[in-house]
């Protein structure tokens, strides 16, 4: 038998006594003690294979080198069931090498798993230790490869950007492909 425990309360209950309505786990009231909203908890469904689109807007996450900030928030957007993309404004893809004045850069066009095995083919132990193979391994679970945001001809509803800078790149972009009002 199943149980589920209540992280606050430690009240433990059977999973027949659980009921799951659309994404969110509740947990039946104790005729006894009275439930604050807190011990609600998320749960995904198990057989819905894509996320249903919680809102018709699109939206696009941009950083420099479509790596790390924006693929986070891709990742997390996504799984929340936003219709989203990411991408990079910068002209190549730059990763910490193993000095400051030694980046591992790629094209664009390289996907992410090839990324992936070259810094492990240079130094597993040191690109694990900083993470790099983490981040690559997750973004290749993502999409295919790095995008650039000006290449892309896409509308979106709402832009995000990681920088100011990035910022910046991408109303030049915008301005120059597109008749936009800025408000």
Do not use: W
Request: proline share 7%.
């Amino acid at each position: 038998m199943s149980l589920v425990m209540s992280p606050v309360t430690g009240n433990k209950r059977t999973l027949a006594d659980v009921t799951v309505q659309n994404t969110i786990l509740t947990i039946p009231e104790s005729p006894d003690k009275q439930r604050s909203p807190k011990r609600v908890c998320r749960l995904s469904p198990s057989n819905v294979s894509t996320p249903k689109l919680v809102s018709p807007l699109k939206i696009a996450v941009v950083c420099s080198s479509n790596q790390n900030r924006s693929m986070e928030a891709h990742n997390l957007l996504k799984k929340r069931g936003y219709d989203i993309a990411s991408f990079g404004t910068g002209s190549c893809v730059k990763l910490p090498g193993p000095s400051v004045d030694k980046p591992n850069i790629y094209s664009f066009d390289t996907p992410y798993e090839d990324q992936f095995k070259d810094l492990k083919r240079k130094d597993q132990s040191f690109y694990t230790q900083n993470g790099l193979l983490n981040m690559l391994d997750r973004n290749k679970r993502i999409k295919h490869k790095p995008e650039r945001f000006q290449q892309n001809k896409d509308e979106f509803d709402i832009i995000i950007t990681c920088q100011e800078r990035v910022f910046d790149q991408v109303l030049e972009g915008k301005i120059a492909d597109r008749n936009l009002v800025f408000l």
